[in-house]
């Protein structure tokens, strides 16, 4: 695999675990033509040892570029590994984890923790980039627990960037690693824009995006005035019919309007597909239930591909029925003037 696009890191989907899959891409794609689109973390032990070998975990559709692996890891031979693994399944970008709170990684050295450890995630990073040619790009928070002050990631972002690095996605909210849930980590610690404002007044010559409670395109045109990017995860995977205002607002494509029941069938290829080789229709549509939100019909239609696709019997006309429960002409509506 070759890569397609350069990367223009202006709008990108975020990393979610069990959500942003090979599938939920390719569906995400068929919505922007210009989102970066993240993987779900991977972790360097399932690349390296897991069953099934690298291509049970990386495979993914030429359609998606450009398309970045994110990798969970802390240990630099290891990444380096599994860098030099993904440019040759044909990433555009390879990303760290530093930002994931969950007890599971935390015993593992993986996510958020590594804040607490500059030089071992400079290490990583360097080690990284040595082992590959696409870019090498980082993705954190703005503190973890009591290591929550601004001295302190001014600190850990300069150690970084120090090694080369030279893109930082930055998630707003600080992380509280006892006590929380990866939920509650995603919604309890405020969100402190004005931190991420100040980083990239401190380090102009870097490019620095945010992440964290983006909903609205007019909301991420705003934080753009004093970052370079937005990320996006659970608006663009509840309601993804807020990606088809993307490549208008961010990236100066013609604006129109799409019918969402054409939005659907243009899936139905890759579906059969899939399908064909004994795929469960779920695996597809489960990703695709948010696409009708706010409109009349929407509940109905949810409600019967979250009951009928997991069937073994499941196929296009489940989809059809589906679609039945929608009004005829389904218009994603822009928040565009």
Same mark, same amino acid.
């Given at each position: 695999m070759t890569s397609q696009k350069s990367i223009n890191r202006t709008f990108s989907t975020a990393p979610m675990m069990d959500w942003s899959d090979k599938h939920c891409r390719y569906f995400w794609r068929s919505l922007s033509?210009?989102? @970066?689109? $993240?993987?779900?973390?991977v972790t360097t032990?399932?690349?390296i040892h897991g069953k099934g070998g690298p291509e049970r975990f990386l495979n993914f559709n030429e359609e998606e570029h450009p398309v970045a692996l994110q990798l969970g890891g802390s240990k630099p031979v290891e990444l380096a590994q599994c860098s030099k693994i993904a440019q040759e399944f044909g990433y555009d970008e390879v990303n760290l984890n530093v930002g994931c709170p969950s007890d599971r990684v935390q015993n593992n050295m993986i996510g958020a923790c590594l804040m607490g450890h500059p030089q071992l995630v400079a290490d990583c990073i360097k080690a990284m980039q040595d082992a590959c040619d696409i870019p090498v790009t980082i993705k954190h928070r703005i503190g973890i627990d009591d290591q929550d002050s601004y001295e302190a990631l001014h600190h850990f972002v300069k150690t970084v960037a120090d090694t080369g690095c030279e893109t930082f996605i930055v998630h707003a909210r600080k992380?509280?690693?006892?006590? =929380?849930?990866?939920?509650q980590n995603r919604e309890v610690p405020p969100l402190k824009y004005e931190v991420v404002k100040q980083l990239k007044e401190d380090f102009p010559h870097l490019e620095i995006l945010i992440n964290g409670g983006l909903q609205t395109i007019d909301q991420m045109q705003q934080v753009l005035e004093f970052t370079d990017g937005v990320m996006v995860g659970r608006e663009a995977y509840h309601s993804p019919a807020l990606l088809l205002d993307v490549d208008?607002?961010? $990236?100066?494509?013609?604006?129109?309007?799409? %019918? =969402?029941? &054409?939005?659907?069938?243009?899936?139905?290829?890759?579906?059969? %597909?899939? @399908?064909?080789? &004994?795929?469960? @229709?779920?695996?597809?549509?489960?990703?695709? @239930?948010g696409l009708f939100n706010g409109l009349p019909g929407s509940r109905q239609f949810r409600r019967h591909l979250s009951e009928q696709a997991y069937k073994n019997t499941a196929d296009i006309q489940t989809i059809e029925d589906a679609l039945a429960c929608m009004p005829d002409n389904p218009v994603a509506t822009s928040e565009l003037s």
């Open positions: 033509q210009e989102a @970066l689109l $993240y993987t779900e973390m032990g399932a690349i992380a509280i690693l006892q006590g =929380l849930s990866p939920k208008h607002a961010f $990236y100066g494509h013609e604006k129109h309007e799409r %019918n =969402l029941k &054409d939005v659907v069938r243009t899936m139905y290829p890759y579906i059969e %597909n899939h @399908l064909k080789q &004994d795929g469960k @229709l779920a695996y597809i549509t489960r990703h695709m @239930l």
